[in-house]
């Protein structure tokens, strides 16, 4: 609909988060040796950031779960007929099987072969679509869109402003896209994740880097094929199904499976993180800090499963409600944005960032948040609200003019709330410094960390992502 502007958020700025978190923050939470994001938050600020933490990331990955639950359910009524609902049931049913029963080796096992699959799978549609309008030629020739006349463009266009929003509310549109993925992605479990699993520091970050540079050149097939499909067809009305739509029309049938298999096997391996990523949050931090007992062995295991069946559940609740797959994938990081990713930036960086600060920039920033985006849906500035932008005129709430409303208002908000939450910050830091004296950043088993900058930044030789892993590094990993 909107071209490359409508695609800001993912892949733009989730691959400016991989770049971002490989310079700033891969080799530090490395040698941290943290388990969990949540870890980070309960040696840095006190327990009520923790809950808060917590909180955050947990409806981060409901939110999260919720938008690839939907994506199966849209998958399975594409190609099979099925009713969306069940669909999304028999979706969730799978994955959170498999996730309780082979944890993060199933995850990380899917994960690798998932991303040949896609690659492979989004490849092949982008190659026959390019085909069929006439190759890189036809494809710049003939590029539109729905609502904007410059569909390769990031910027907003004059007179045509940023999805629809012109002057300052387009701008911070724009510049809220590129921050809700870009760093609310930066404060993630899955992340860490993965940043853990690899075989050492150089490997995390380059891997960080490569994963940039792929998700980018991938990721941007996919709004290119869209771009091709409305040459191709610029009456079309329904465009959930339009990749799925694309390789049914364009390809050979066995070329379609594959696609579609790769489509399935994403869906899976997100799904698995997030439901894996949301119950490790609450097993190894926020039970500990409420009981006041580590969950060791068995016990430990039980809990994450029981916690993957919650996470499941409640995804599965929002999705039939939501019924969205993109802005439901966006919100789960601009609530991150909003809530944590200020506090975990400060306290890594800002020797002065304390607990009390921490807390107002987490709850000032979200108070600022829904009160912003309850103006910029009302009211707006100069009078350009998201309602009359989206044209809802009163119809009822979950109509498709007040979705469009809501989404658009809560994304500029996240603007306002962001920098409300540094503001916060920084002011309520300062101010607490003799009652409630920073920490020091430490480990995971309270040892202070170096804060050199050779040794934090992502500027390692590449050469050691790719030698021999030392034994200093295999006790450390």
Not at 105 to 118: E, H, I, P, V
Not at 148 to 155: E, T
Not at 364 to 389: D, E, H, N, R
Not at 395 to 424: K, M, N, R, T
Request: aromatic letters at 14%.
């Amino acid at each position: 609909d909107y071209g490359f502007q409508g695609v800001v958020f993912d892949p733009f700025g989730a691959s400016a988060c991989l770049f971002l978190s490989g310079f700033l923050f891969v080799r530090l939470m490395r040698r941290a040796k943290y388990l969990t994001v949540v870890d980070f938050f309960e040696r840095r600020y006190n327990k009520l950031t923790v809950v808060l933490s917590v909180i955050a990331e947990m409806l981060t990955y409901f939110s999260w779960t919720a938008a690839q639950i939907v994506a199966g359910g849209a998958i399975a009524q594409g190609i099979f007929g099925l009713d969306p609902v069940w669909g999304c049931v028999i979706v969730i049913t799978i994955v959170a099987g498999y996730t309780m029963m082979g944890g993060m080796m199933a995850d990380t096992l899917l994960d690798f072969f998932q991303m040949f699959l896609t690659a492979i799978g989004i490849s092949l549609v982008f190659i026959f679509m390019l085909k069929a309008v006439g190759g890189f030629p036809g494809l710049i020739e003939g590029a539109g869109s729905t609502y904007v006349s410059q569909p390769f463009k990031l910027l907003p266009t004059k007179g045509e402003g940023y999805l629809g929003y012109t002057g300052p509310t387009g701008w911070m549109y724009w510049i809220a896209a590129w921050m809700s993925i870009g760093l609310g992605s930066v404060a993630t479990q899955d992340l860490m994740q993965r940043s853990m699993a690899a075989r050492n520091q150089a490997t995390s970050v380059y891997g960080s880097y490569f994963a940039g540079v792929l998700y980018l050149f991938f990721g941007i097939m996919s709004p290119l094929v869209g771009i091709m499909a409305y040459q191709l067809n610029p009456g079309m009305e329904d465009t959930s199904y339009l990749l799925v739509h694309a390789a049914m029309g364009h390809m050979p049938a066995i070329l379609t499976a594959i696609f579609i298999a790769a489509l399935v096997s994403a869906l899976m391996s997100t799904s698995d993180s997030s439901l894996l990523a949301g119950a490790s949050a609450v097993t190894e931090n926020l039970i500990p800090l409420l009981t006041g007992k580590k969950l060791e062995g068995k016990k430990a295991l039980w809990a994450t499963r029981i916690m993957v069946l919650v996470n499941a559940a409640l995804g599965l609740s929002i999705a039939l409600w939501a019924h969205t797959i993109y802005e439901l994938s966006v919100v789960a990081w601009t609530l991150l944005l909003v809530g944590l990713f200020t506090p975990f930036s400060f306290g890594m960086y800002w020797k002065k960032a304390n607990s009390s600060g921490a807390n107002a920039a987490f709850i000032g920033g979200f108070a600022v948040w829904i009160t912003a985006a309850i103006f910029f849906f009302k009211t707006g500035l100069g009078g350009q609200s998201t309602a009359l932008v989206c044209g809802y005129a009163g119809e009822g709430a979950f109509s498709e003019p007040w979705w469009c409303a809501f989404w658009d208002a809560v994304y500029v908000a996240s603007f306002v709330a962001f920098i409300s939450a540094i503001i916060l910050m920084v002011v309520v830091s300062l101010a607490t410094q003799k009652k409630d004296p920073a920490k020091q950043l430490v480990d995971y088993y309270g040892e202070p960390i170096n804060m050199s900058p050779k040794l934090h930044l992502g500027i390692l030789p590449i050469r050691n992502a790719f030698r021999k892993i030392t034994e200093e590094e295999k006790e450390n990993t």
